[in-house]
């Protein structure tokens, strides 16, 4: 008679490492005792001065004023949104940069997002717009985190690839999100986090200044496009985007995000004609690479 065989066998001490990341456990419990609610106290703390809206300096203030009502979708009114004064505060310090490093430097001092706390990296994107594309997905996860890049996970090399079919990498095309700070186990930024990021990611793109933007996965579409749509029934058509008041629309094409994907490797056909679409775009703005 043979041996039953094992019914799960060991994992090594990598595998259990990745498990226990995929799992949302990322944290190492020390030997020394530790009292949690000390700690959960001290965090909540942290999170309730970290939402209340940072003091903008005078001149930011005059800028929000100016800037404000030309925020990008879907909000002008930033009091009465969700995130409300934390966003005006957002839209005050974001207007003030000038170059992608100044908003970068803004970013950092920015602490007005609870998500800042938990996250490890700002992840605030990476590329050049030489080619005139940029892309936007949703939020930082795992990877991203630790490294402090977009897209540099499983997903990331799911969107390499895409990229990759219509002639573009990442010295050609911008990549960013729409949160710039990894939401902890990977859950979706809520609404009043997405609100706060999206004066940054308004005034992100109004700095790459791309001819044609990829907003990859719902969140993406909805903040930018400023629609409560779902993505199945805005990807595959033309829209546009218009970063802030008196700057050009810029055309945008929802897709399905790589992380979909991955679990539904059917909609690639349809993923293959969006970006199609966009290789046509490019072309037909004179910036395809190919
Ligand atoms: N998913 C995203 O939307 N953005 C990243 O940077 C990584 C995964």
Redesign the pocket.
């Known amino acids: 008679m043979t041996e039953p065989p094992a019914a799960f066998a060991p994992l090594d001490d990598i595998a259990l490492l990745r498990w226990y990341d995929v799992a949302g456990v990322d944290e190492c419990i020390g030997e020394a005792p530790v009292d949690r609610f000390a700690a959960d106290a001290a965090r909540a703390e942290r999170r309730a001065r970290a939402a209340a809206p940072p003091p903008a300096p005078k001149a930011a203030q005059k800028a929000a004023q100016k800037a404000a009502p030309a925020a990008s979708p879907p909000a002008s009114d930033t009091s009465a949104a969700p995130g409300g004064s934390a966003r005006a505060g957002a839209a005050a310090v974001a207007a003030e940069a000038v170059t992608l490093d100044q908003l970068r430097a803004a970013l950092e001092g920015f602490d007005g997002c609870p998500l800042k706390v938990t996250a490890t990296h700002l ?1 605030f994107g990476e590329g050049a717009a030489a080619g005139g594309l940029m892309v936007v ?5 795992a ?2 985190d630790r490294q402090g ?5 499983v ?2 090399r799911l969107l390499d690839d895409m990229l990759a079919s219509i002639g573009y990498d990442r010295s050609t095309a911008y ?1 960013t ?1 729409v949160v710039p700070w990894r939401p902890p186990g990977n859950r979706k930024p809520t609404p009043a986090e997405v609100a706060v990021c999206a004066p940054f990611v308004a005034r992100h793109v109004a700095l790459v200044a791309p001819r044609v933007l990829l907003l ?2 719902g ?2 579409a909805a903040t930018l496009l400023g629609t409560s749509a779902g993505i199945t029934r805005l990807r595959g058509q033309w829209h546009s985007h218009r970063p802030e008041a008196g700057a050009a629309e810029i055309p945008a094409m929802p897709t399905f ?3 979909y994907l991955l679990r539904n490797p059917d909609a690639k056909r349809l993923v293959w004609r969006d970006l199609l679409a966009v290789r046509q775009a490019l072309a037909d703005a004179g910036n395809g690479t190919g």
């Not at 890049?149 to 996970?153: A, H, N, Q, T």
Request: hydrophobic share 35%.
């Open positions: 992840v997905g949703e939020a930082p996860g990877d991203e890049r977009p897209f540099c996970g997903s990331g990549i999100n990859v996965g969140l993406a995000h790589p992380a």
